[in-house]
């Protein structure tokens, strides 16, 4: 089985999470992610190709912003509050602040 890549707390950049929350889509998720807690990726009810989803979470999960957990056939997807809270403190809260305004 493939493992899927997951930067530690020290290899998440400023750079890479700006980035991966610069997409209007990728904040949509993040902000299902908030509401809902963990999703399968296929529950994510997002209109965009399967491809365009799957490219925007490899984002947010290589920038270190959620973790992808293999469960069988499906990946669950959740956001890495702590982890970025260590690196960035108040960033994500922020961001989440802003999508619900």
Known sequence: MRTLYHPSVNEIT???????????????????????????????????????????????????VVHTRIEGTQRFISIRYDDVNLRFPGLLSAVLMGLKQ
């Not at 209007?24 to 509401?35: A, G």
């Not at 965009?48 to 799957?54: D, G, V």
């Open 14 to 64: 400023l750079s890479t999470v700006l980035y991966a929350l610069s997409d209007p889509i990728r904040l949509n998720i993040i902000k299902i992610l908030d509401e809902k807690g963990e999703q399968s990726c296929s529950s994510i009810d997002i209109s965009a190709p399967k491809s365009t989803l799957s490219h925007h979470f490899k984002a947010l999960r290589e920038s270190g």
